[in-house]
């Protein structure tokens, strides 16, 4: 009963304990991270999107005005010199002008590459924690119902165990087991109790040699109920 007991503490301490849960656990979170990262991308990659139009049809704009103006003095309709004097000045300022606005194209167009670089790169981890998960979760699943099969299997024997046992002598070893750390009864080995380590006495051990083999026996030491075995050294 013990050894059923205790193999299915154990079967409910990896339950409750497999692997692939606690790094389905670290990849929840690092999923949050990325994702929250390709969120900000997307929002940054949208923003200078939108930055690239303005600073094209701005850049367009301007050229068009210089191209209005440069036909305008080519065709001759511009006759007073200090008119033609203002147009050809506003002709060279309008060619800074889209100078300066170029400049700015490129560099919103390199950020633009820059933050559509950095989203591919956070997506692909992104699809990669989402397939190891997958996969993980699997695995996770076939490790759980392999346990709860386990659990099933030695559940029944103890059922079977149980029902062969006396009544008194059941509530005796339940009673123990809750006080002692889940050890309601332990094996005679050489002399010691497994239970506490306690090796016991020559008067101790007569006692025992001389009771019935039905009786149940004691740890001194520790109470549990002691369990005859071949290599109990009576
Ligand atoms: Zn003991």
Do not use: F, W
Request: aromatic share 0%; charged share 35%; net charge negative.
């Amino acid at each position: 009963m013990q050894d059923l007991d205790s193999r299915l503490d154990a079967l409910h301490h990896q339950l409750s304990s497999i692997p692939e849960a606690v790094q389905l656990a670290e990849l929840t979170t690092r999923r949050a991270e990325v994702d929250g990262a390709v969120r900000d991308l997307r929002v940054e990659v949208d923003d200078l999107t939108a930055e690239q139009k303005r600073a094209d049809a701005d850049v367009e704009q301007v050229k068009a005005r210089r191209v209005r103006d440069q036909a305008m003095i080519d065709a001759g309709s511009i006759a007073d010199p200090k008119a033609l004097q203002r147009m050809l000045g506003e002709l060279e300022s309008l060619q800074r002008r889209i100078t300066d606005l170029e400049d700015t194209e490129i560099e919103v167009m390199e950020r633009l590459e820059t933050a559509q670089a950095s989203l591919a790169d956070r997506s692909r981890e992104l699809a990669e924690i989402d397939a190891s998960t997958t996969t993980l979760e699997a695995a996770r699943a076939d490790k759980a119902a392999d346990l709860v099969r386990s659990l099933g299997e030695v559940e029944q024997q103890r059922a079977t165990l149980a029902a062969e046992l006396p009544d008194d002598l059941l509530a005796l070893y339940t009673k123990l087991r809750e006080q002692k750390g889940g050890v309601g009864a332990a094996a005679l080995r050489r002399k010691e109790c497994t239970g506490c380590r306690l090796t016991l006495n020559p008067s101790d051990l007569a006692r025992i040699t001389a009771a019935p083999t039905d009786e149940v026996i004691r740890c001194e030491e520790c109470s549990r109920i002691l369990v005859r075995t071949g290599e109990s050294g009576l």
